[in-house]
């Protein structure tokens, strides 16, 4: 990838991969997911804390599962399950002596083309709030493109495939010479999935 074409240029993860202390954590009162989806192509849930103390965005975890790499596809209520399992364990694992019910997810922010899977989710953890995720892309990027200048978002070592498509998430060459900023479909189904999270925070 040649730096013209990379959209987010200024990540590494020196600087924007950062653990979650129990500080940290006893700064987020809400937790966020942002949610892309695919049959064959990968379903990412990409889970940020909003640090009112330190006025950033914080990553949490991830859950990624891709049905062309893995030969196996799942249905929605599959993936609605472990949306399930994911949310529990991430309120498991943030618990701590001033949070001892842990972080309770408060938003999810999905695909708007994901209906089936809203509607499962919807029904298999009634107390988070479904919102269809605002899927201007060139806006979007610009928004994260500032949160990481502005040293405003951070991301989770556990956000392994988000960290590896920050390397890899890149404009189209040929339309960039012409003067249009188009992503490359490729290597952005977490990038996605932040990108609806931030536009919804």
């Known amino acids: 990838t040649g730096i013209d074409e990379l959209i987010y240029y200024m990540f590494n993860e020196e600087d924007y991969v950062q653990e979650l202390t129990e500080d940290n954590i006893n700064n987020i009162n809400h937790l ?3 949610v892309d989806y695919g049959q064959m192509n990968a379903t990412a849930y990409e889970c940020f804390g909003l640090d009112e103390v330190d006025k950033c965005v914080r990553g949490v975890d991830e859950y990624y599962y891709s049905g062309r790499d893995e030969g196996k596809q799942k249905s929605p209520s599959d993936y609605a399950k472990e949306f399930k399992d994911f949310v529990d364990r991430i309120q498991e694992e943030t618990k701590t002596k001033k949070k001892p019910e842990g972080l309770k997810v408060k938003y999810a922010f999905i695909d708007p083309s994901a209906k089936g899977l809203a509607e499962e989710i919807k029904r298999t953890c009634p107390d988070i709030i479904i919102r269809n995720a605002k899927n201007d892309v060139a806006l ?4 994260v493109q500032k949160m990481f200048s502005f040293k405003r978002l951070f991301l989770s070592p ?5 960290i590896q498509e920050e390397y890899q998430y890149e404009y189209d060459k040929d339309l960039l010479d012409k003067g249009k900023e188009v992503p490359i479909k490729k290597n952005d189904h977490c990038q996605d999935a932040k990108r609806y999270l931030i536009m919804g925070i």
Do not use: T
């Open 32 to 34: 966020y997911i942002g």
């Open 140 to 143: 979007g990027i610009s928004r």
């Open 158 to 162: 556990k956000q392994k495939h988000l």
